[in-house]
């Protein structure tokens, strides 16, 4: 364990590349809002860097970067509040990345679960940056020595990977210089599943549309979406065991759960003995309750970029502030002149 006390810092990041889904909101964007309020400095990053390393189209990218933005603070991030940047406007993400891949190994790339699921049978093709993926993503948590990072279940193997590469850089270096992160995988719906198929999480590579919620998807598009979800035919049960083995019928209620901020037991006693005929409506209209402000005030952001890249150049400001003293640090202790 790191003997150094570091100050508390929140950073976590997402993707700009295509839309947003509920998975997003539920297992990130949603708790950032609700940590946001513990007043401990935060930090919510778009990773455009991480976005390319499949291809993109330059102006998609930049409309969903910016779409991403109107997104967080849609969601409830206030940047009065917390940093909000995009990735490649800190260059330091990137420099310390560099020194990262000359500590990870290997061995230890290769065995992320994602990687094998991205790259497939084919790695060959697959570009150098999606295996060095997990090497920026542990130098965006580690260049502002934040030490927790709220995410969803499926990024657990990569913050596990940050904390090795965090542990072999200061035993290398013969420092204490990289806390040691905590994951934050709290609540009813840090893996949100795929409405067509219990099994899969959700997510916006799947090639089904009505596998997701997308926060961009209007009323009508999101009843008839949990209308056609995939359920089983029995009642809801009464008590949370009674959904072991239902993976669909707990996917539906973890969802209710986290959209009305109770507890898995305290919507089992509300709507236990419900037929899904009865329930998928209740839940259609608490996700359009609870998704349409966003989607109206995202739209509403989204109609004036100039104050977005605004918001954006000021974060970068700030967050350079805390950047450049660790990179500068770091590159003293690796032995860099300078
Ligand atoms: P990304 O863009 O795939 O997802 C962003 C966030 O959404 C969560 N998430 C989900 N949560 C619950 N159920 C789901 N079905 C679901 N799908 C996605 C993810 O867990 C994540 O919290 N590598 C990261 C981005 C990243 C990052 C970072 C995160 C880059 N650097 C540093 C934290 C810290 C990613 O691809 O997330």
Known sequence: MSETQFTPRVFSGIQPSGDLHLGNYLGALKRFADAQEQGVQSI???????????????????????????????????????????????????????????????????????????????????????????????????????????????????????????????????????????????????????????????SKSDPSPASRINLTDDADTIAKKFRKAKTDPDALPSEAEGLKDRPEARNLVNIYAALSDQTIDQVLAEVGGQQFGTFKPALAELAVSKLGPITAEMQRLMADETEIDRILARGAEQAREITAPILKRTYEIVGMVG
């Open 44 to 202: 919510y990053c778009m990773v455009d860097l991480h976005a390319i390393t499949v291809p993109q189209k330059p102006d998609d990218l930049k409309r969903s970067t910016r779409e991403l933005c109107a997104g967080f603070i849609a969601s409830g991030i206030d940047p009065e509040k917390s940093i909000l940047i995009n990735q490649s406007q800190v260059p330091e993400h990137a420099q310390l990345a560099w020194i990262f891949n000359c500590v990870a190994r290997m061995g230890w790339m290769g065995r992320m679960t994602q990687w094998k699921d991205k790259a497939g049978k084919n790695a060959e093709a697959a570009s150098l940056g999606l295996f060095a993926y997990p090497a920026l993503m542990a130098a965006d948590i580690l260049i502002y020595h934040a030490t927790h990072v709220p995410v969803g279940e499926d990024q657990k193997q990569h913050l596990e990977l940050t904390r090795d590469i965090a542990a072999k850089f200061n035993h290398d270096y013969g420092v204490d210089f990289f806390p040691l992160t905590e994951p934050v995988i709290e609540g009813a719906a840090t893996r949100v599943m795929s409405l067509r198929d219990g099994s899969k999480k959700m």
